[in-house]
């Protein structure tokens, strides 16, 4: 492009545009090597039962720290490590992670990962899941697997016949964001999920008195109930969407409200005073 052609219009958000593509540019970069520096970590969030705030389980989520960069939100990161094929490599540490910081917590509570789509391409995904297990201690059915709608759109039959595998091995499958997607229902009636997770979006319509949110999360809580699956809302906030949330038959909760993201020595420490009997924190 010419140098001094344009106006200020122009000026103003050209180099807005050059620097996105930059900046995702250097971050893909850095992502290459993100795994082997040791900059990535996980934090445990709290699922908790929506009637008496017992402890269920924790879900995964990655964490990414540059050096240089900071602290990257995987809101940021994880969709650019799928454009960039660098999932299956950093999925698969995530997972094997996971399974081994959870094998610790010397507790029967449950930990669950989530999964691109990506990685649902390779059959030998569940063999590296059955891997991760047997390395790990972990028992098949403390480990759940977090997939969205959006597998069923891309990879279909593939995915499914991966997510059979996975269950074979007695691991739960969940499914993450429910309602954000292009969903066909079918699917739902061939792949055994245990738990439907409503999207936070709902909950916060609910919560506002949104008469389409309200009937959207009644609807999907008479489907999992009468297809024997659990529902968990996500990001609950306040104690009005916690209340609203139960009365409308959720099964778990998710969110700031009952906690945020923790290191692993805190989720452990949860972990072991919820096993041992005492309630767990909410
Ligand atoms: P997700 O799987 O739906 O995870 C829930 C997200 O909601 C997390 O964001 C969590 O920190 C956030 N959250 C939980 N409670 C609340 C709340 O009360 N309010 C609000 N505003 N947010 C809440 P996070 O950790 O930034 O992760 C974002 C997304 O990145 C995840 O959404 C997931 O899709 C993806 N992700 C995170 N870790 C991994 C991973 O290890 N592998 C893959 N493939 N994706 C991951
Ligand atoms: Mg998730
Ligand atoms: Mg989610
Ligand atoms: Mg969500």
């Excluded at 409503?198 to 008469?211: C, E, P």
């Excluded at 906030?237 to 139960?246: A, F, I, R, Y």
């Amino acid at each position: 492009r010419s140098k001094d052609s344009g106006g200020g219009a122009y000026h103003s958000y050209e180099p807005q545009l050059h620097m996105a593509a930059e900046e995702r540019r250097v971050l893909e970069i850095a992502l290459r090597s993100a795994v082997e520096n040791g900059e990535m970590h996980l934090n445990y969030q709290p699922v908790v039962l929506a009637d008496s705030g017992t402890l269920r389980g924790f879900e995964a989520l990655l964490r990414w720290t540059h050096p240089e960069f900071g602290v990257v939100s995987p809101a940021k990161f994880v969709p650019l490590a799928e454009d960039a094929r660098l999932i299956p490599a950093i999925g698969e540490w995530v997972l094997r992670t996971a399974c081994q910081e959870a094998a610790k917590w010397d507790s029967d509570i449950r930990v669950a990962v989530n999964v691109s789509p990506e990685q649902l391409h390779s059959p030998a995904f569940a063999t590296m899941v059955a891997q991760a297990l047997a390395q790990s201690g972990l028992p098949a059915e403390r480990l759940e697997l977090e997939v969205t709608e959006s597998v069923f759109m891309r990879e279909g039959t593939q995915a499914i016949h991966v997510l059979e595998k996975v269950l074979e091995l007695g691991v739960k499958l969940s499914l993450d964001d429910f309602g954000t997607g292009y969903s066909s229902l079918g699917y739902l009636a061939h792949t055994r999920f245990s738990t439907i997770k409503i999207d936070r979006s709902f909950v916060q319509g609910a919560s506002k008195g949104t008469k389409e949110a309200i009937a959207i999360i009644r609807a999907v809580v008479a489907l999992a109930d009468s297809l024997g699956m659990a529902t968990t809302a996500e990001g609950v906030e306040t104690e009005e969407e916690h209340h609203m949330v139960q009365r409308l038959g959720c099964t778990k909760v998710q969110g700031y409200y009952f906690g945020r993201p923790l290191p692993v020595q805190e989720a452990r420490a949860l972990a072991i005073r919820a096993s041992s009997g005492e309630t767990a924190a909410a």
